[in-house]
């Protein structure tokens, strides 16, 4: 079962990505929840996923985090189970972003699914990330209001940072198959109005804070020896105690020229941007394979599989996956990129780089799920 979407790529990015929010009505006509109630609550119980229930229960917001062991004291109304990344966890439900995967892909964070219940809902804030939120079963009422520095943001309980009250300028009900696509910053709030689903696509950019700090610890580790400032052609300034405004040029240049440093910057990048942003449903190697047992299982046909979700990119005729450089041709990265599966033929002449890849859990063999 796979719903299908009806976008305009071109004009939606022309009008709306980045930009401003939007309501894209029955974007996936014909709507089918790929996941029901009962199995999110499933997964919600489990330790490897992020989950939270939040309750607004006569006007007290509570938030509780997960693993789960019952959902029994909840009532039948306002509150709402919240789950993260089960992309990585339900093979049906990870269908639901094939249709995005039209968007740069080291953008793309996790698919967060959300039951709620009437009334329910996490009340009034604002995301640091992009995200499309597909309606499932039911129907919820969204309140967008327009970007805003100037908003006060509280907490209305330690978990939960709510924004204060804002002039809507979207105010709809969506039912199954609508999207609504919310950029960065704009704040919003959705109401369920009875037993809902909804499933939120989210991207996420990189912080310039988080893109220094992180490039800085790679430059540490990579380049140990320091690279010191030299000025041989100093002249004696009028004030030794001033700064001079070549010098603060210099210091610039100096920085400027590690991150320009073409073959340091993607190697950083693609390690940076390939790690797990949530836990992954890497299978452990009990025992790892050895090549000929490899090669047989290959050659009796068996599939590959990779794990879902996991951080796969290039940059330039490099492949990254899960924080780390892959060693094959760019070819194969290519199929490891976009292939769900790889065959014997796929990786032919590669094994022993691709048993590498095996036995560290990216990709296994149907039978070890
Ligand atoms: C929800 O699905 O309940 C919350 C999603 C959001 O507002 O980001
Ligand atoms: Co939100």
Redesign the pocket.
Known sequence: MKNRLQINWDHFLANYWQKKPVILRKAFPDFIDPITPEELAGLAMEEELDSRIVTNKNGVWDAKFGPFTSYDKLGDSNW?L?VQAVDHWHQEAATIVEPFKVIPQWQFEDL?I?Y?TKGA??GP?I?NYD?F?IQGQGKRRWRVGDRNENYKQFNAHKALLHVEDYEPIIDEVMTAGDILYIPIGFP???ESLNESL?Y?VGFRTQTSQDLLSNFADYVIDNLPRGIFYQDPDLKLPADPYQLQQYELTKLQDQMIALIKDETLFNDWFGKHITQPMHELNIVPIDLPYQLAEFIARLQAGDLLYKVPSIRILKVGNNGYIHGEKINLPIDLINKLCTQQTVNHQDIRDNEIAMLDLINRGYWYFEDED
Do not use: F, Q, T, W
């Open positions: 709402s919240l967060m959300s709620a809902g996490v804030h995301d995200v939120i919003h709030n959705g909804s939120s």
